[in-house]
């Protein structure tokens, strides 16, 4: 079964900078995506970013960014330039990458406060 | 509207009693999920569906739970006789089977409270 671990229950950034938030996951698996969401006090999650893991290249959505280490199966997460609006919990997530069920294994997440 | 809407959005309720949390997916989008949400945890895997049928169920923690779709459409979680450790959130996405990409939608959850 695969596992996915934050080991950040929170994490705290001044407004502007950048903070990387970590994410690491156990599995056989050779193919698989990663995603990181975003799950603000509304409770809605928020897709961020998303990660195959056949790809190379990290990728890249505006001011998020991951750093994906597949041997080391790390999948973390930067935010430049923070923003108020960036205040939310952030879960990193595993999915197979198998046609058919597409369940999410999440981690238990990473409380992020901007600080004005 | 557009996206996932579940109801209701709060539920409080006195162990021992039945509720039904219900899902309005996307509409088209063939593959429903639930998820629960304890308090500070991430989302745990309850049950998917692929269509009206339930290829995994795995994800359900006792046979006081269950769930249905009809139509391809709509789904109804159900827990009986509810106890205080059922206390959690539980969100809903749903997905276009077809293409690589899948992404879940999800909607705003219900949270349910058992005093």
């Known amino acids: 079964a695969q596992t996915v671990t934050q080991s950040q229950p929170e994490m705290s950034v001044q407004e502007a900078e950048t903070v990387t938030l970590s994410c690491t996951y156990d599995t056989s698996e050779s193919d698989y995506y990663l995603f990181w969401y975003k799950q603000p006090p509304s409770r809605q999650m928020i897709l961020v970013i998303r990660q195959e893991a056949y790809k190379q290249q990290n990728a890249t959505e505006n001011r998020f960014s991951v750093n994906f280490q597949k041997a080391a199966k790390s999948f973390s997460l930067k935010i430049s330039d923070s923003q108020l609006g960036d205040a939310a919990m952030y879960f990193c997530a595993y999915r197979t990458y198998n046609f058919g069920n597409e369940k999410l294994t999440f981690g238990t997440g990473t409380r992020l406060t901007i600080i004005p | 509207g557009a996206g996932v809407s579940q109801s209701p959005s709060n539920k409080v309720t006195e162990k021992g009693k039945d509720v039904e949390l219900r899902c309005d997916p996307i509409?088209?989008?063939?593959?429903l999920y639930w998820y629960r949400q304890r308090l500070g945890q991430g989302l745990e895997f309850l049950i998917y569906?692929?269509?009206?049928?339930?290829?995994?169920k795995s994800g359900l923690p006792s046979d006081r739970f269950s769930a249905e779709r009809t139509g391809e459409s709509v789904s109804t979680l159900t827990i009986q006789r509810t106890q205080q450790e059922d206390s959690a959130v539980y969100l809903c996405?749903?997905?276009?089977?077809?293409?690589?990409?899948?992404?879940?939608?999800f909607g705003p959850g219900t949270r349910l409270t058992v005093l």
């Open positions: 996405a749903s997905s276009f089977q077809g293409g690589l990409k899948n992404e879940q939608f």
């Open positions: 569906f692929q269509g009206n049928s339930a290829p995994d």
């Open positions: 509409s088209g989008h063939t593959a």
